[in-house]
């Protein structure tokens, strides 16, 4: 139990366009998820944390016009990266937090690789 | 953006042997800790976790430690096998309405390569 996907797996755009990158929990509903980026050679960066029917919480530093969360419904949260620039090419990673417990226990997605040209 | 020249630190080991990752968290508040493990091009898998309230957990051939003195968090590995080749992370959550949700958020380590050699 407790599945995440990614979709898509890999992305090229080029520079200028606006890429959406979707996060589901299969098998469980998640009322908050978190969306991450890593570098090569670099961790997990906690980009902004979504929840279920409000608005993100964004982390200092990142964009909230430029990285638009939606999280609409309790198994899908959606990252769109808006006018990409090739510096936004990095991995992105979301994971949702199981919920029904006190401990902040996330299942992590397998990653989207986006690649601005 | 991207850092240049940033080098995880790396652990090489024979197979059959044991090994030790070790991870400095920062926050003393911090009440849940979690080892991850993430293989090239995926997200990071779960291995084990521990609550601030215990300072060592055992799972199937692998052990995390907690010092709470000293900050410090570490994950044994029984009889590494060449499939444990990966990076590990640590990752601290620092609880209360941090990032949005009542459950706090993650603050991951910097990471550790671990190679094992057949």
């Known amino acids: 139990g407790a599945v995440v996907s990614q979709h898509p797996s890999r992305v090229i755009c080029k520079s200028g366009t606006s890429v959406k990158i979707e996060c589901r929990s299969l098998?469980?509903?998640?009322?908050?998820m978190f969306w991450y980026r890593q570098f090569p050679k670099q961790s997990l960066m906690l980009m902004a944390t979504s929840n279920e029917g409000s608005k993100a919480t964004y982390e200092q530093g990142v964009e909230k016009d430029k990285f638009l969360i939606n999280h609409a419904s309790l198994t899908l949260s959606t990252l769109t990266v808006t006018s990409a620039h090739p510096e936004d090419s990095s991995f992105y990673i979301c994971s949702a937090n199981v919920g029904g417990s006190y401990i902040n226990e996330q299942f992590f997605g397998p990653g989207t690789r986006l690649t601005v040209l | 953006g991207e850092s240049v020249g940033l080098h995880l630190p790396t652990l090489s080991v024979q197979e059959g042997d044991n090994s030790i990752i070790n991870c400095a968290y920062s926050?003393?508040?911090?009440?849940?800790f979690i080892w991850y493990k993430q293989e090239s091009g995926k997200g990071p898998q779960f291995i084990i976790d521990?609550?601030?309230?215990?300072d060592k957990r055992q799972g199937q051939r692998v052990t995390v430690l907690l010092n709470k003195t000293v900050k410090h968090l570490s994950l044994q590995i029984a009889a590494t096998q060449p499939g444990d080749s990966a990076v590990y992370f640590c990752?601290?959550?620092?609880?209360?309405?941090?990032?949005?949700?009542?459950?706090?958020?993650?603050?991951f380590g910097q990471g550790t390569i671990l190679t094992v050699h057949p």
């Open positions: 521990i609550r601030s309230n215990m």
């Open positions: 098998d469980f509903q998640a009322t908050t």
């Open positions: 990752a601290e959550n620092f609880p209360g309405s941090a990032g949005g949700t009542s459950y706090g958020k993650l603050t």
């Open positions: 926050n003393s508040a911090s009440d849940y």
